[in-house]
């Protein structure tokens, strides 16, 4: 029996492998494909070649920017910028999600305010920050924070609602406090989804901190973009867009991984 369970358990294992192996191979594919089609239809006016540029173009710009280094601050100014951002936008959307689950009068008061803020264009609010918070780095984050702080605020705080309401009674026929009912109930139930939210405002993080260069900024992938709109080098703008995805889906794999740590641990 010991024997059976463990080549089912192998079988298993390898059938992982496998699907596994498919999905990379199907994504690379894509994404050779795509390249290729792109290459090609620019090669052949398919599509305008001063407009959309072509891969082999962009791949050299970017490898002749790394090689002499002028990428690499640009590059680090808005990485740095975005991590902070999205952190400081889960730390933040947290803990206002706390203060509501923490008072059910001001959850109720600002309830219609939180749905206007999450309607509402984050980006229109790019110059009242700039003139407010003067152009640079903390117009960029406020940016950022704009955009990060009310989803988390919101995912977080209904997380906290759909908590099974019976375990909070457990502890508090116990005895146990309000904060004794959030630091053992709550807030373990409720950590996948804060840690959830992290992937969330990866891309969200992203969003701002882009925004906020096209406005202010003096280095970053941001202003690549915009300079590269303004003296027409579309390369520049598309090498730009190409080392912003490259970096997300780092940082998206990052957070990926973090979360199957932090809830195998607590697990």
Known sequence: MKDEWKSLHQQYIRSQRKQRFYIITTQLSILVFFFTLWEVSSL???????????PSKVFDLLLRNLMDGSLAPHVWTTFLETVVGFLLGTIIGTLLATLLWWSK?????????????????KVALGPLFIVGLGPGFISIMAMA????????????????KEVDPNYSKVI?????????????????ASFPTIVSTLKVNV???????????????KQGLGYLIIY??????FTLVLMSLLVIAIIATLMYQGVYYLEKFLIRSMS
Not at 145 to 160: E, K, P, S
Not at 208 to 214: C, D, L, P
């Open 203 to 217: 891309g969200l993080a992203w969003v701002g901190v882009i925004v906020g260069e096209f406005l202010v900024a």
């Open 105 to 121: 009068f001001l959850s109720k008061v600002l309830d219609p305010y939180l749905v206007v803020l999450n309607s509402m264009p």
């Open 145 to 160: 924070l704009a955009i990060t702080v009310i989803i988390t605020t919101i995912v977080v705080y209904t997380r906290f």
């Open 44 to 54: 052949l006016k398919w599509i305008n070649p001063l407009i959309f540029s072509q």
């Open 172 to 188: 508090q026929t116990f005895g146990g406090k309000k904060a004794n009912v959030y630091r053992s109930v709550i807030l373990p």
């Open 228 to 233: 590269g709109f303004q003296v027409f080098n």
